[in-house]
């Protein structure tokens, strides 16, 4: 069953996806050679609850940590460590918090120091392949229509979809319906409504599509141990279109890098 929302609740949601966005942004700071996963999640946890937060994902289905943290090869699910980041890793960050009762839930893939060209053109095309979805999040669309949109962006790239796991309805519940695949026909499911949420969340391997499982019950790579990225943002639908509640932003401005890509998904500009 999809959760409408009413504008007072999507402003709500808003609050909680900027928290998460702007953690992020305290991260991009802190990513570098010699950095492990595990300081990484003890400062976005404190910085989750300094603004009236709770970390989304801790104790989520029992997950152990405040952040997904998934290097290199790994897709989604990674549980932190204390094992350092080195030069020319990637590591994709997954973030959740809950605030007022609503989620908020927001990704980014970082590059730790220099990357090779092929990595960074993947983080590149995964990172445009969620706009090209979340223009087609809009009043008439349906589900597979952004599945479609990010398949083909991404495919005609050579690159692999991973089909296991998808984006998601978002309130106050972190996975609501509808499921949100990154593939799929155009003009198959479910119809989108104004005052929809979704978490549209792009998982795009170098290689093949297929993934595995790891015996901690978590972690989730590459079949053939090839990178993979992960970008996700909120999006709410208002008054027919696509409306971002998250922002990459703050993480721009942590990196000095200039991006106007959010403005035709925002009706009134984003105050940092
Ligand atoms: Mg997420
Ligand atoms: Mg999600």
């Not at 409306?243 to 401005?253: G, M, N, P, R, V």
Request: proline share 4%.
């Amino acid at each position: 069953m999809i959760v409408v929302k009413t504008k007072e609740e999507i402003e709500l949601m808003r609050e909680s996806a900027l928290i998460v966005s702007k953690t992020l942004g305290v991260l991009a700071k802190e990513i570098k050679p010699g950095v492990t996963t595990l300081q990484l999640d003890k400062i976005a946890e404190e910085h989750i609850r300094d603004h009236g937060a709770i970390p989304g994902f801790l104790g989520l289905y029992d997950f152990p940590n405040t952040l997904c943290m998934s290097p290199n090869q790994q897709v989604v699910h990674g549980i932190p460590n204390d094992k350092p980041l080195e030069e020319g890793d990637i590591i994709s960050i997954d973030c959740g918090a809950l605030k007022n009762d609503f989620y908020g839930d927001h990704a980014y893939t970082f590059a730790v120091g220099e990357i090779d060209a092929e990595t960074e053109k993947l983080l590149q095309v995964t990172k445009e392949s969620l706009y090209v979805g979340i223009r087609e999040f809009k009043a008439n669309n349906r589900v597979g229509d952004v599945g479609y949109a990010i398949q083909k962006y991404c495919e005609d790239h050579g690159y692999g979809v991973v089909r296991e796991l998808v984006g998601h309805g978002l309130g106050k519940k972190m996975h609501e319906d509808p499921e949100m695949p990154n593939y799929g026909k155009r003009g198959r499911g479910k119809k989108f409504v104004e005052g929809m949420v979704v978490a549209i969340e792009p998982m795009i391997n170098l290689g093949t599509h297929r993934i595995k499982q790891h015996s901690d019950g978590w972690t989730i790579t590459t079949r053939d141990n090839k990178p993979s990225a992960h970008f996700e943002h909120d999006v709410a639908l208002v008054d027919g279109k696509p409306e971002l509640l998250s922002t990459f932003a703050y993480i721009y401005d942590a990196l000095g890098i200039k991006s106007d890509e959010e403005n035709e998904f925002r009706q009134e500009a984003l105050v940092l």
